[in-house]
């Protein structure tokens, strides 16, 4: 009888600890790409050892297990602020921050697992240049399969690390999915070539980037606002997840947001913007307050976070506030977070008391209806409201009309003050990159940001700190190439290249013979 054996190559002299601990701190390494440190060089180089290390490990089994930790270190690094919400009540729930972190990181990192599998089962030894390839284009499916399978998770893409960097235009034409691409082509590139070949490695690397800087410099620049454009003031009234809903303190928050709402500004204001829940009653209950917020806001509209029931049904919501207090319009949160905003298994979950970290009503919130546009007036034309982390879906802008601009509110006081806030601040740059729109971005300890549609902050409230901060609503520029097609074109051509790559490269398993 006969059954297949996987080849193998030479281990490179490297010992099998060694291997291991380098595959660790590359994948570390090159989580340093993402903020708050920004260091995408660093994740290109340390990328390109973590491929070169699987690509030569000398067993499938050794490739996967390289990789696996390769991604979990990565991913344990980029997500680090994961452990943040579970000290918010850290001798209820802090217990649990270690494990939720790992369990995020090594299961995000078994998506990547198949790319190590396939490219070495399939390719020969020796074409290591084609074992690369397809591990690349492997990876970047699996990348964009992690946006989309069960709720999605499009955080902290390879992609993401070129959001600091002069790269940030080409997501105008491929998006989050076409950076990563980039990011670990050019990656694949450096690992085939080697330690042996350096000049030609650091070709691979600035050649790209330079073409990448003249295409930056040669995209439109984001006209400055009309004299007579709409001003926009963004409120952030600082209020510390742990204090944000103790009885004593909420009058405290609601009272600060009112007096930064009726600040004297240079000149008068169209709207106003509070974050997320920073109404501290139902919004079906909240006459009073309503009232309040429109003499603080002396006749502009005000966008408020409120929390509401429509019928039984929780929601996180964003009220449109007339001049007069009135509701004019409401958008419903759609994308809700797991474990935060409700708990998977439902009637179960609520039955055993399990409840969200984040969750405030009854039930957990309740998804609303989906993407929409929220029509302002003439001045502030239409808007594209996102609540949280809905800022990071790409996807969603693709399923209604153009926007004029968008808008996101957050409370990222969940998510600490190191690395979450950042990078929240930085996909929401990434989407106006994308879109070529601006975006403002209201937050409830920061960062609250004026975003040009060129993904450039213009205008920010540092974290921390109560104030309010008043901008012209910046130009918004012709759709971009990615605004008009989306991600199929990536998809469909990392997935013929891929396959191309396999079947130009296909071996069959040697064989052996057992007695």
Same mark, same amino acid.
């Given at each position: 009888?006969?059954?297949?054996?996987?080849?193998?190559?030479?281990?490179?002299?490297?010992?099998?600890?060694?291997?291991?601990?380098?595959?660790?701190?590359?994948?570390?390494?090159?989580?340093?790409?993402?903020?708050?440190?920004?260091?995408?060089?660093?994740?290109?180089?340390?990328?390109?050892?973590?491929?070169?290390?699987?690509?030569?490990?000398?067993?499938?089994?050794?490739?996967?297990?390289?990789?696996?930790?390769?991604?979990?270190?990565?991913?344990?690094?980029?997500?680090?602020?994961?452990?943040?919400?579970?000290?918010?009540?850290?001798?209820?729930?802090?217990?649990?921050?270690?494990?939720? %972190?790992? &369990? !995020?990181? *090594?299961? =995000?990192? +078994?998506?990547?697992?198949?790319? @190590?599998? $396939?490219?070495?089962? /399939?390719?020969?030894?020796?074409?290591?240049?084609?074992? %690369?390839? &397809? !591990?690349? *284009?492997? =990876?970047? +499916?699996?990348?964009?399969?992690? @946006?989309? $399978?069960?709720?999605? /998770?499009?955080?902290?893409?390879?992609?993401?690390?070129?959001?600091? &960097?002069?790269?940030?235009? =080409?997501?105008?034409?491929?998006?989050?999915?076409?950076?990563?691409?980039?990011?670990?082509?050019?990656?694949?590139?450096?690992?085939?070539?080697?330690? &042996?070949?350096?000049?030609?490695?650091?070709?691979?690397?600035?050649?790209?980037?330079?073409?990448?800087?003249?295409?930056?410099?040669?995209?439109?620049?984001?006209?400055?606002?009309?004299?007579?454009?709409?001003?926009?003031?963004?409120?952030?009234?600082?209020?510390?997840?742990?204090?944000?809903?103790?009885?004593?303190?909420?009058?405290?928050?609601?009272?600060?947001?009112?007096?930064?709402?009726?600040?004297?500004?240079?000149?008068?204001?169209?709207?106003?913007?509070?974050?997320?829940?920073?109404?501290?009653?139902?919004?079906?209950?909240?006459?009073?307050?309503?009232?309040?917020?429109?003499?603080?806001?002396?006749?502009?509209?005000?966008?408020?976070?409120?929390?509401?029931?429509?019928?039984?049904?929780?929601?996180?919501?964003?009220?449109?506030?007339?001049?007069?207090?009135?509701?004019?319009?409401?958008?419903?949160?759609?994308?809700?977070?797991?474990?935060?905003?409700?708990?998977?298994?439902?009637?179960?979950?609520?039955?055993?008391?399990?409840?969200?970290?984040?969750?405030?009503?009854?039930?957990?919130?309740?998804?609303?209806?989906?993407?929409?546009?929220?029509?302002?007036?003439?001045?502030?034309?239409?808007?594209?409201?996102?609540?949280?982390?809905?800022?990071?879906?790409?996807?969603?802008?693709?399923?209604?009309?153009?926007?004029?601009?968008?808008?996101?509110?957050?409370?990222?006081?969940?998510?600490?003050?190191?690395?979450?806030?950042?990078?929240?601040?930085?996909?929401?740059?990434?989407?106006?990159?994308?879109?070529?729109?601006?975006?403002?971005?209201?937050?409830?300890?920061?960062?609250?940001?004026?975003?040009?549609?060129?993904?450039?902050?213009?205008?920010?409230?540092?974290?921390?700190?109560?104030?309010?901060?008043?901008?012209?609503?910046?130009?918004?520029?012709?759709?971009?190439?990615?605004?008009?097609?989306?991600?199929?074109?990536?998809?469909?051509?990392?997935?013929?290249?891929?396959?191309?790559?396999?079947?130009?490269?296909?071996?069959?398993?040697?064989?052996?013979?057992?007695?």
């Amino acid at each position: 009888m006969t059954k297949p054996v996987a080849a193998t190559v030479p281990d490179g002299g490297a010992s099998s600890v060694a291997r291991l601990g380098l595959c660790v701190l590359a994948g570390a390494s090159a989580g340093l790409g993402h903020a708050p440190f920004d260091l995408w060089l660093v994740t290109l180089i340390a990328f390109a050892v973590l491929l070169r290390l699987v690509v030569t490990a000398p067993s499938l089994r050794r490739a996967a297990v390289l990789l696996w930790l390769g991604g979990a270190s990565y991913f344990a690094v980029s997500l680090n602020w994961l452990v943040e919400p579970f000290m918010v009540d850290a001798a209820a729930t802090g217990w649990m921050a270690p494990f939720a %972190l790992g &369990a !995020m990181a *090594g299961g =995000l990192a +078994l998506l990547w697992v198949p790319a @190590a599998w $396939i490219a070495l089962r /399939f390719i020969m030894p020796a074409a290591m240049g084609a074992r %690369l390839a &397809a !591990m690349v *284009g492997l =990876l970047v +499916l699996a990348e964009m399969a992690r @946006a989309v $399978i069960l709720t999605g /998770f499009p955080w902290a893409h390879p992609g993401h690390v070129l959001i600091g &960097a002069p790269l940030l235009a =080409l997501a105008g034409i491929a998006g989050a999915h076409g950076l990563t691409l980039i990011v670990l082509a050019l990656a694949g590139g450096m690992a085939y070539l080697g330690p &042996a070949r350096p000049l030609p490695a650091i070709l691979v690397l600035v050649v790209p980037l330079i073409g990448a800087i003249w295409i930056d410099a040669a995209r439109p620049a984001a006209s400055p606002p009309a004299r007579d454009a709409p001003i926009i003031r963004l409120v952030q009234p600082n209020a510390p997840q742990h204090l944000k809903w103790r009885e004593d303190m909420i009058p405290v928050f609601f009272e600060r947001a009112l007096d930064l709402s009726a600040q004297a500004g240079a000149a008068p204001v169209d709207l106003i913007i509070w974050p997320e829940t920073s109404l501290p009653v139902l919004l079906e209950d909240s006459g009073i307050a309503r009232m309040r917020i429109a003499a603080a806001a002396d006749g502009a509209m005000t966008l408020v976070g409120a929390q509401r029931f429509q019928g039984f049904q929780p929601r996180n919501s964003l009220a449109l506030l007339d001049g007069l207090g009135a509701v004019d319009a409401v958008y419903d949160k759609h994308r809700l977070v797991p474990f935060g905003e409700y708990m998977p298994g439902g009637m179960v979950a609520n039955a055993l008391g399990l409840r969200g970290l984040a969750e405030r009503l009854d039930g957990g919130y309740v998804p609303g209806a989906g993407p929409a546009l929220m029509p302002l007036g003439a001045r502030l034309g239409q808007v594209f409201p996102m609540i949280c982390y809905e800022a990071i879906f790409a996807r969603d802008l693709a399923q209604t009309a153009r926007p004029d601009w968008m808008v996101q509110v957050t409370n990222d006081a969940w998510f600490g003050s190191f690395s979450g806030p950042y990078q929240h601040l930085a996909l929401a740059r990434l989407r106006a990159a994308e879109q070529r729109l601006p975006l403002l971005r209201a937050a409830n300890t920061g960062v609250s940001a004026v975003i040009d549609a060129r993904g450039a902050i213009v205008a920010m409230l540092p974290l921390n700190m109560a104030g309010a901060l008043d901008a012209p609503l910046p130009v918004a520029l012709p759709p971009s190439i990615y605004a008009r097609i989306g991600d199929p074109p990536i998809f469909f051509l990392v997935l013929l290249a891929t396959s191309a790559i396999l079947a130009l490269s296909w071996r069959k398993p040697p064989l052996r013979t057992c007695d």
